[in-house]
């Protein structure tokens, strides 16, 4: 947006440090849990809870670690031309359709999280980074679309992110 013919300066997200270190350490107590599932032997459900929590709790170790190792670059950039996320990429205003704060239970925890409503889902995921486009069809049967920004990352909660979004790009459509 252009405001007295100056676009806006970029609204700059860093990494929420704090929770992405908080983030690596639930995950290596639950690498040492399952090796003591493992070494403990006791039941057949302690083994087989060991042998799922060390390799997917070790995943999630190190890709939250190189997370923090290259943490340099900002979590989340909004500017006049559109979005950049670290993982997602970038998005011109003119490929989101809307934007929209979604949660996802699991038992007694959630997670929110905001999806970009893209007008050409298949053209982002042609683009797409692997991962993305690894997890876009397990998406896809939840109901969600393949450009969803976990929160627990950003400095500040989603609505404020929103408000950012609509300051950038005041056509901007909110579905709630």
Same mark, same amino acid.
């Given at each position: 947006?252009?405001?007295?013919?100056?676009?806006?300066?970029?609204?700059?997200?860093?990494?929420?440090?704090?929770?992405?270190?908080?983030?690596?350490?639930?995950?290596?107590?639950? *690498?040492?849990?399952?090796?003591?599932?493992?070494?403990? &032997?006791? $039941?057949?459900?302690?083994?087989?809870?060991? !042998?799922?929590?060390?390799?997917?709790?070790?995943?999630?170790? !190190?890709?939250?670690?190189?997370?923090?190792?290259?943490?340099?670059?900002?979590?989340? *950039?909004? =500017?006049?031309?559109? !979005? +950049?996320?670290?993982?997602?990429?970038?998005?011109?205003? +003119?490929?989101?359709?809307? *934007?929209?704060?979604?949660? #996802?239970?699991?038992?007694? @925890?959630? #997670?929110?999280?905001?999806?970009? *409503?893209?007008? =050409?889902? +298949? /053209?982002?995921?042609?683009?797409?980074?692997?991962? !993305?486009?690894? $997890?876009?069809?397990?998406?896809?049967?939840?109901?969600?679309?393949? /450009?969803?920004?976990? @929160?627990?990352?950003?400095?500040?909660?989603?609505?404020?992110?929103? +408000? /950012?979004?609509? &300051?950038?790009?005041?056509?901007?459509?909110?579905?709630?």
């Amino acid at each position: 947006m252009i405001r007295n013919g100056v676009p806006l300066p970029p609204t700059v997200y860093p990494l929420a440090k704090g929770r992405v270190w908080a983030m690596l350490a639930g995950s290596l107590v639950f *690498v040492a849990l399952g090796i003591a599932f493992l070494a403990a &032997h006791s $039941t057949v459900k302690m083994t087989l809870a060991g !042998v799922l929590a060390v390799p997917f709790f070790g995943l999630c170790a !190190v890709l939250i670690g190189r997370r923090l190792l290259h943490g340099g670059r900002p979590e989340l *950039v909004l =500017d006049d031309a559109g !979005v +950049d996320h670290v993982r997602l990429g970038r998005f011109g205003w +003119d490929e989101i359709a809307a *934007v929209r704060i979604r949660e #996802q239970r699991v038992r007694n @925890t959630s #997670q929110r999280f905001i999806e970009l *409503v893209l007008r =050409d889902p +298949d /053209a982002y995921l042609a683009r797409a980074p692997r991962l !993305v486009r690894s $997890t876009a069809s397990m998406n896809a049967r939840l109901g969600f679309g393949p /450009a969803n920004m976990a @929160t627990n990352t950003l400095p500040v909660p989603p609505e404020a992110i929103l +408000d /950012a979004m609509r &300051h950038h790009y005041p056509e901007l459509a909110i579905h709630h």
